[in-house]
């Protein structure tokens, strides 16, 4: 098979209707190796990097309320700094960049996917094209 690992994908595919930051990011564990006392960090094995999480909400109004919330694992040296809260709004709106998809079979048996991101930044404003009789 062609496909090995995780897969590329665009931010825009993943969360056509954007999504907002409802908790902190934090450093993922890896239970397997910690220890009583003892806690070791996750690192991406193809990368080295070191994983962090942050729970998010998909602005997708037709996801059902128990499928609203995923976490996005972002692999970073250092902790990934979230974008300014906007005024005025409970929840922080979020663009991840260098975005990738795994696919799996989860506890339930139902396909899932792990998302992982290199980065997070404030979402790009959406631009509407200039119309030819505006411009002239």
Not at 65 to 85: G, M, N, R
Request: aromatic letters at 6%.
């Amino acid at each position: 098979m062609a496909i090995q690992g995780p897969i590329p994908i665009g931010f825009d595919q993943v969360f056509p209707h954007g999504c907002y930051i409802v908790g902190q990011v934090e450093q993922v564990k890896d239970f397997d190796a910690s220890t009583n006392g003892r806690t070791v960090y996750a690192k991406d094995k193809t990368t080295g990097e070191l994983v962090w999480q942050v729970p998010v909400m998909d602005g997708d109004p037709t996801v059902k309320a128990s499928q609203k919330t995923v976490a996005v694992k972002i692999l970073s040296a250092t902790e990934p700094t979230a974008p300014p809260a906007a005024a005025g709004l409970p929840i922080t709106p979020v663009e991840f960049v260098g975005m990738t998809v795994t696919p799996y079979v989860g506890q339930t048996g139902r396909l899932a996917y792990s998302i992982r991101a290199t980065g997070m930044r404030p979402p790009r404003t959406k631009q509407t094209p200039v119309s030819k009789k505006a411009a002239a």
